[in-house]
């Protein structure tokens, strides 16, 4: 039985053939004598045509392949299919020695030139689906304003938000329906400690102001117009940005700089292209401290254990092994003390200069990651900074990173006293607040050359 498939996407097969067209003009620019160029011209055409039955076969142009990462890796596979034909074909037929070195030339360049256009392409994508995707929502209110809320959402927007249910927050009729009322506003903290929810949508109505009301009919009786400006600022706060909620206004509380759509894509993107380029620049010294790991003392070379990403969510994160003994990789409790026996004398090299942590490139290659931002912790370290430090979740809004603004600072390590909490929030919290990109690169080159980075480290 065959498989039914989606119709190719036009812009990954675009990007894909506009990375065929770069790399043959390259290898052409550099090697080519113009002797052959028609047939050098006759190979792109046939490698293009190639390309395109192979993409279709190993199903990289498969729409359901949504992250950057199963595109990539699709992506590569096809890349050695193409790879061994180009080989079987220079078996077969021969080439002029200059053509060759086209051909050759050619097929080095493709991934070099590919795989970055791949991860740019995906990120759009990503960014565009993003808006689409759906949003658990919790509506606080009963009334009209919240029946208003779910027609607004089952609307145009009905694919992008789900309704998880509405809270009784004040003595209002209750004109939704009664099964999907989850629990009032006593109970929220719980709700939420159980569900998964995106998002919680405010509509409780306002009590009329009798001032307001009479201002209005003096207007109204001298034809004068009227401009009403809510105190968004003293309710919410200087972080606020009024926008639409289908047809309703709304106001986004705790609005950030990432929450930019253009933001958004340059960080992605950035990481996306550094964490490739860090990848291949560090493969060699990552086969050199594979081998000394498993010189230097029995078990695996790398430790994978379970940390806190965006929006609460578990995400699995790849460091290299520097104990005789690690901590259970999924609920682990135990934190890493100064002089700690489990610590291999290889491992004490790797902590000092954050070594271990290189792994965590895949990460971000894979979106689970940034190269910046508020380091991940472990569940139960994640619960304690949750209830001793205010408004510390937001830290959360974004992906973790495998540097941050906390790290470069002085404030890695230990989490032992009231202030080391307080401050690894304090600088985290700063940074949501106030990313930039050149933010981002300050961090990074505080992160090779600050000596506050390794102070800390054991």
């Not at 159980?194 to 919680?200: G, P, Q, S």
């Amino acid at each position: 039985m065959i498989k039914s498939r989606q119709p190719l996407p036009p812009i990954y097969l675009g990007a894909d053939v506009l990375t065929l067209i770069l790399s043959f003009f390259l290898s052409i620019f550099l090697f080519s004598e113009n002797k052959y160029l028609e047939l050098e011209w006759l190979i792109l055409v046939g490698i293009v045509f190639l390309w395109i039955m192979l993409g279709y076969w190993r199903n990289i142009y498969d729409v359901s392949l949504s992250k950057a990462n199963l595109r990539v890796f699709y992506y590569i596979k096809a890349y050695f299919i193409l790879l061994g034909l180009v080989v079987l074909f220079f078996l077969i037929y021969p080439y002029p020695e200059t053509s060759k070195t086209v051909v050759i030339a050619f097929v080095v360049s493709l991934p070099v030139i590919g795989i970055p256009i791949n991860l740019m392409v995906s990120n759009i994508s990503l960014l565009v689906n993003s808006k689409s995707s759906a949003k658990y929502t919790l509506v606080a209110g009963i009334g009209n304003m919240a029946v208003n809320v779910e027609k607004s959402l089952h609307g145009k927007n009905s694919s992008s938000h789900q309704i998880k249910g509405f809270v009784k927050c004040k003595k209002e009729e209750c004109i939704v329906e009664h099964e999907k009322v989850v629990g009032d506003i006593s109970n929220i903290h719980d709700y939420l400690r159980d569900n998964l929810v995106d998002e919680i949508v405010i509509a409780i109505p306002i009590k009329p102001s009798k001032k307001v009301k009479n201002i209005l009919a003096a207007a109204d009786y001298h034809g004068v117009r009227v401009k009403y400006i809510p105190d968004y600022q003293g309710l919410f706060g200087d972080k606020y940005k009024a926008t639409r909620y289908g047809h309703l206004e709304a106001i986004n509380v705790r609005q950030l700089p990432l929450d930019n759509a253009i933001a958004s894509f340059v960080k992605n993107s950035f990481d996306k292209l550094f964490s490739f380029i860090a990848l291949l620049m560090l493969l060699p010294l990552f086969l050199l401290i594979a081998l000394l790991i498993k010189v230097d003392s029995p078990g695996p070379v790398f430790y994978c254990p379970m940390r806190i990403g965006k929006s609460g969510r578990p995400i699995r994160i790849f460091k290299f092994r520097s104990m005789r003994e690690n901590d259970s990789q999924i609920g682990g409790t135990l934190s890493t003390a100064k002089n700690d026996q489990r610590i291999t004398k290889l491992g004490r090299i790797l902590r000092k200069y954050s070594l271990d942590e290189l792994p965590q490139f895949v990460n971000v290659l894979l979106g689970d990651m940034s190269v910046v931002g508020p380091r991940p912790h472990r569940s139960v370290l994640n619960q304690q900074f949750q209830e001793s430090e205010e408004k510390y979740m937001m830290r959360h809004y974004f992906k973790p990173g495998i540097t941050g603004w906390a790290q470069v600072n002085g404030w890695r390590g230990p989490t032992e006293t009231k202030e080391q909490k307080t401050m690894r929030t304090k600088y985290d919290l700063w940074y949501v607040e106030n990313w930039s990109f050149g933010l981002d690169m300050k961090i990074i080159f505080l992160t090779i050359f600050s000596k506050k980075v390794h102070k800390a480290a054991f």
